[in-house]
């Protein structure tokens, strides 16, 4: 019986574990693109080219999402969820500072593109992770 009480407690503080490890994974990625939506209109090199190269800045954001996403997923399936949840933190991280320090229209481009990419490499691990991590009768409370 303590054996059991003992799997139970180690299943529960990894179930624990992995949904805080993609909260926040998933919350800081919500919180980048939160703040991207109010600064970007105001961003010299997006005032010189225009509105509708301001919505071009939120489209490639999804563009690069919808495009990786399968990819990851398939990522995810053969590697586990560690590695591309990593490189999607890490990849979102450069592509920030990239986009900080960029000051062309073109470098904001590539910046918003590439953190779609590590967004999609974010989510598809994050979501696998709690998935993998939690029953299936107490997966939708997580």
Not at 65 to 83: E, H, K, N, S, Y
Request: charged share 10%; proline share 4%; net charge positive.
């Amino acid at each position: 019986m303590e054996g059991a009480a003992a799997s139970t407690l180690v299943g529960g503080q990894r179930q624990y574990a992995a949904v805080i490890v993609a909260s926040m994974a998933l919350f800081t990625d919500m919180f980048i693109y939160g703040l991207a939506i109010p600064v970007l209109p105001l961003l010299s090199a997006t005032a010189g080219a225009g509105q509708a190269a301001t919505g071009v800045l939120f489209a490639i954001y999804a563009a690069g999402m919808i495009a990786v996403t399968p990819l990851a997923g398939r990522l995810v399936d053969r590697q586990g969820t560690r590695m591309p949840l990593l490189v999607g933190m890490f990849g979102l991280a450069a592509t920030t500072l990239l986009f900080a320090v960029g000051d062309s229209y073109w470098l904001l481009l590539v910046a918003r593109g590439l953190q779609g990419v590590s967004a999609a490499m974010s989510w598809v691990a994050g979501l696998s992770l709690i998935a993998a991590a939690t029953p299936l009768a107490t997966r939708g409370r997580y």
